[in-house]
């Protein structure tokens, strides 16, 4: 298939469903609590101000419950997605919410927002990737925020461990999904007029155990104590060179120079 992004759509439509059940899973809902907490803790700016919001590549609208649930009640959110089938199914669960079909590569708005949300969606549109982050900066407020979980590597043994992940396991696509080096994902943001604000590193030990159980399952083990103790451990490591070079994801912060 010639348009990358088709591809992406009809990939992911094929396992939304799958994608949807699996993530209801106790020990990922708890572990992306604890990771989400730990990245809000200290961004006291965005607390309580009723900031509006935009969800490029919204999927099941998971980062506005995120935000909600670190940062308070929104002053107005709208997301959209590539997907008709997601889209359908955010619908069903909340028929007023400001939720539509688009493509993030010919998005346009004049609205402005003060934060943009994107979670593990860039690296599914790695062959357009700096345009949409280019162009999204169009709608970022002068004191917004724009925060981003992309998963990524900073070593070769994890990059090769990645790729054949992405070609053995059916849940990913390998034509299209290429995941960034850190280096590469800074300067998508850095070389397009934004600035990086924070950044940790949480794709250790928790994370490879309990963030995908869609597509690892076996690794799923334990209950929520074992998970809070992995992340208790891994969270030692979230700012520091240990944790940046094993970490196989990463979550920032950006604003405009």
Request: glycine share 6%; hydrophobic share 35%.
């Amino acid at each position: 298939m010639d348009n990358p992004i088709e591809q992406q759509r009809e990939h992911f439509e094929n396992i939304s469903e799958k994608y949807f059940n699996a993530r209801k899973s106790t020990n990922h809902l708890y572990l992306k609590k604890l990771m989400w907490q730990f990245f809000f803790r200290d961004k006291t700016e965005l607390k309580n101000k009723n900031l509006s919001v935009l969800e490029p590549m919204c999927g099941y609208s998971e980062g506005k419950s995120i935000l909600e649930a670190n940062i308070g009640i929104l002053g107005s959110y709208e997301g959209f997605d590539y997907s008709s089938i997601l889209i359908n199914k955010v619908k069903q669960n909340n028929k007023d919410l400001n939720v539509y079909v688009k493509d993030v590569s010919t998005f346009r708005s004049e609205k402005k927002f003060d934060i943009i949300i994107i979670i593990g969606g860039l690296h599914h549109v790695p062959s357009m990737c700096e345009e949409v982050v280019q162009n999204l900066r169009n709608n970022l407020n002068e004191q917004g925020a724009f925060i981003v979980l992309e998963p990524t590597h900073n070593n070769i043994i994890f990059r090769k461990i990645r790729e054949r992940i992405y070609n053995k396991n059916t849940l990913f696509d390998e034509e299209t999904e290429q995941a960034f080096t850190l280096k590469e994902l800074n300067n998508l943001f850095l070389n397009n007029g934004y600035t990086l604000v924070d950044q940790i590193y949480p794709g250790l030990l928790s994370y490879i155990l309990f963030y995908n159980p869609d597509a690892f399952p076996f690794l799923n083990i334990g209950g929520k104590g074992l998970v809070k103790l992995v992340f208790k451990i891994d969270s030692l490591f979230f700012r520091n060179y240990f944790g940046k070079k094993l970490s196989f994801a990463t979550l920032s912060m950006y604003t405009l120079d």
